[in-house]
């Protein structure tokens, strides 16, 4: 006898299919535009990245400050916890390790508070964004980064839900304990792995 046919077993899992943690969609070519805040238009000449709290060296870096270390880019996707996901995204700036190499967190610093411009806040353990995990980054695909999206400069931790990729950032905290950012403080998760589902506090 026959073996059951495809249509019985579903839809064949495609090398895609396994790249979309659980609970997500492709969102394909869109890339929706979340923001909780108004949009800033901060320009490159105001702008300015602080690393500081539990570091040894506290340093402000001005746009062409950032620009001459190394370069460094991203390329994969990104994961919101509204349910979608975006494939093979291309970003490049510099990496998070770049400026803590200068900045040299203290024993004692083993968390970050990413600030905005604008006050959006969000937390993260120290080691998810060092070890070529973070981006600070101001290009898409090849292109300024837009405003909408945190043009001029934006923080990218890909591995964790968006809302960790703090746009417009201008300030990397280090601090000894965890303490909540904006959206953590209503309801979503300290961390955020979106392999582990962790969408919202107790995940
Ligand atoms: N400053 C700031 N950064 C932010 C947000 C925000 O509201 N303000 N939203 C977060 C959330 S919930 C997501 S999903 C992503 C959305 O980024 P995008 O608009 O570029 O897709 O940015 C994150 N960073
Ligand atoms: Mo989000």
């Known amino acids: 006898m026959a073996g059951p046919t495809r249509g019985f077993l579903g839809r064949a899992r495609t090398p895609r299919d396994a790249r979309l943690p659980p609970g997500q969609y492709d969102t394909g070519s869109d890339w929706p535009v979340l923001t909780a805040e108004p949009t800033p238009r901060i320009s490159p000449e105001t702008w ?19 620009h001459a270390l190394p370069a460094a880019e991203y390329r994969g996707d990104i994961h919101c916890v509204t349910t979608w996901s975006k494939f093979d995204t291309h970003f490049a700036g510099v990496s998070v390790d770049s400026l803590l190499e200068v900045a040299r967190p203290t024993e004692e610093g083993r968390f970050v508070m990413a600030t905005a411009k604008t006050g959006y806040t969000t937390n993260l353990p120290l080691d998810d964004v060092r070890g070529g995990k973070a981006w600070l980054v101001w290009e898409f695909d090849g292109r300024p980064l837009s405003l909408e999206h945190g043009g001029p400069v934006r923080l990218l931790v890909p591995h964790l839900y968006f809302w960790k990729s703090a746009k417009w950032v201008t300030r990397l905290t280090l601090m000894k304990r965890d303490q909540q950012g904006f959206w953590e403080r209503n309801g979503y998760h300290d961390r955020g792995d979106p392999w582990l589902q962790q969408r919202y506090q107790g995940d």
């Open 48 to 66: 300015s990245i602080t690393v500081d709290g539990q570091v040894e060296t506290p340093t402000t870096w001005s746009w062409d400050e950032v």
